[in-house]
């Protein structure tokens, strides 16, 4: 009979994380008349899940935790990164399941999953959701991108197209591999992190010859590996390029095709409360100026630059922010003002926000199902290097 609470409130939590994806897809919002309810509805299961169970910390710590996710939502909804209805779900997900709710055990490999973690499941659940963002990232893009702007195809599968180069640089890495390989061998001194760094610098200085040594050293090594072990190089080479033009493609869908496919001019007459500003506004002595560099960009100008301070923020009083919120009516007026004054242009870029929700319902059945993924991963890099 105890059981049954924890498995009422995953039900609960995975049927609400299901519609509140395909209201976030299909209208943009996580309704209030979804997540209030559920804040209240896991309060009380917890309520009598302690009464049933003797134990009064059960729902003091169901309160405890729910009020830390929320202060937590709301910091991150003060930065900007989530929207106001991620908040809710998120509060309302740790409400209903504060705690690992213990529905099944099994092992792969001698190892049992779910992997707890040392701290709460909600936090665990934000961790897997922020990490499955990036797969339903790259879904939604695509799917954006062949719907809205087909001609964005061609641009992603440019690496594709580009066989030869990335042929080239594969080659590169697995003859940097290999010297890697044999020299720490002949020293016997093999260490994940420095035999990284070795062929790194070997990749990066095999890759600074001219094209005909390059081609020779390549050659003669990829041979020699070749006939020290066909099968593995040739597996290695293969599985190495189909990386590298996967990563291509990746980078290619979160930069240049992504902010393309997710952002749309709009006349300032046009904008509405909510629509995200794809850059922010800054001014200083009645001059307006667009800051539109994503914080990679800022940081790879500062290396090249050597001026550390162009990581940090324009100077300037800040007009418009990108917050995940969007513009207000007041943001509105005043861009409207400005337009009028020819201070800035008579149209807007805005970006599609990409919807939350979904990545929200595939952390939270990987939390319930596989575990924590950051504490997996770590538990993987300790058994590697100890």
């Known amino acids: 009979m105890i059981i049954t609470i924890p498995l009422i409130s995953a039900t609960i939590a995975i049927s609400a994380c299901l519609y509140a994806s395909y209201s976030d897809l299909k209208h943009g919002i996580i309704p209030n008349k979804l997540t209030f309810p559920l ?9 009598f899940y302690a009464l049933q169970t003797g134990n009064l910390w059960i729902i003091i710590g169901c309160l405890l935790i729910t009020g ?20 809710k779900l998120f509060t309302a997900l740790a409400a209903l399941l504060p705690f690992y709710p213990a529905l099944i055990t099994y092992q792969i490999f001698q190892v049992t999953f779910p992997v707890e973690s040392n701290y709460p499941f909600p936090l665990t659940l934000i961790i897997n959701s922020i990490l499955s963002m990036l797969p339903f990232l790259l879904i939604y893009v695509f799917y954006v991108a062949i719907k809205t702007k087909p001609h964005l195809v061609g641009e992603l599968l440019s690496p594709v197209k580009d066989y030869r180069k990335n042929l080239v640089l594969t080659l590169v890495i697995t003859s940097a591999v290999t010297l890697t390989y044999f020299i720490t061998k002949q020293l016997n001194y093999q260490v994940i992190i420095v035999s990284l760094i070795m062929i790194y610098l070997f990749s990066l200085l095999i890759s600074k010859f001219p094209n005909r ?37 990746v980078r290619k869908l979160l930069t240049t095709v992504s902010k393309e496919a997710l952002q ?16 922010k506004l800054y001014q200083t002595d009645h001059e307006i100026f ?8 800022k940081i790879k100008k500062a290396i090249k630059t050597t001026d550390i301070s162009l990581i940090t923020a324009p100077k300037g009083k ?52 596989v575990g924590d993924l950051a504490f997996i991963l770590l538990k993987i890099i300790y058994g590697i290097m100890y």
């Open 39 to 47: 804040i209240g509805i896991g309060i009380i299961l917890n309520g």
């Open 68 to 87: 830390v996710i929320f202060v937590l939502g709301y910091l991150f909804w003060k930065l900007g990164a989530w929207a106001g209805g991620d908040v």
């Open 213 to 249: 040594v390059k081609a020779v050293l390549v050659s003669v090594v990829t041979a020699f590996a070749l006939f020290y072990s066909f099968q593995v190089t040739i597996s290695s080479i293969i599985i190495l390029f189909i990386s590298i033009v996967f990563i291509e493609m």
């Open 264 to 279: 749309n001019d709009y006349p300032v007459s046009d904008l509405k409360e909510g629509m995200i500003p794809a850059y």
């Open 290 to 297: 667009v800051d539109d560099e994503s914080f990679f960009q």
């Open 318 to 369: 800040l007009v418009v922010g990108s917050l995940a919120a969007g513009l207000t009516k007041e943001d509105i007026e005043l861009l409207k003002n400005l337009a009028k004054e020819a201070k800035i242009s008579n149209e807007f870029r805005v970006k599609k926000g990409v919807p939350f929700a979904p990545s929200i319902l595939i952390g939270l059945i990987i939390s319930l199902f």
